[in-house]
């Protein structure tokens, strides 16, 4: 069992930044795939970034790839989202997930979720 807490939302200007954080709980937090994805009420859960238990391992989607940055920092049991030059189209609810399968652009493959941080870019 993994529980997932995700900080560092909040309103930002267009062009400008933010870090997201999911701490994890639970053991063995260095075996699983990380994700982030995000959500826009009203509209599906889309993928934005994936890494691998190896931290070199990393997956975007064409939306934030350029932008976004994941990490991992597995003695402190943490996933990070770096987004830099962000847009008003950013502006969405972002979750964590973990997967004890590959890493994955399908959210499917992800077991334990967190309960979201909002992030609204203004234009």
């Known amino acids: 069992q993994v529980q997932l807490v995700e900080s560092g939302g909040g309103l930002v200007q267009a062009g400008g930044s933010l870090r997201l954080s999911c701490g994890a709980s639970g053991r063995a937090f260095s075996s699983y795939a990380m994700g982030w994805f995000r959500q826009i009420p009203g509209k599906e859960r889309e993928f934005a970034a994936s890494?691998?238990?190896?931290?070199?391992?990393?997956l975007y989607a064409d939306s934030v790839k350029g932008r976004f940055t994941i990490s991992r920092d597995n003695a402190k049991n943490t996933v990070y989202l770096q987004m830099n030059s962000l847009k008003p189209e950013d502006t969405a609810v972002y979750y964590c997930?973990?997967?004890?399968?590959?890493?994955?652009?399908?959210?499917?493959?992800?077991?334990?979720w967190g309960q979201g941080t909002q992030v609204t870019v203004s234009s």
């Open positions: 997930a973990a997967s004890l399968n590959s890493y994955s652009e399908y959210d499917d493959n992800y077991t334990y």
């Open positions: 890494i691998s238990w190896n931290p070199s391992v990393t």
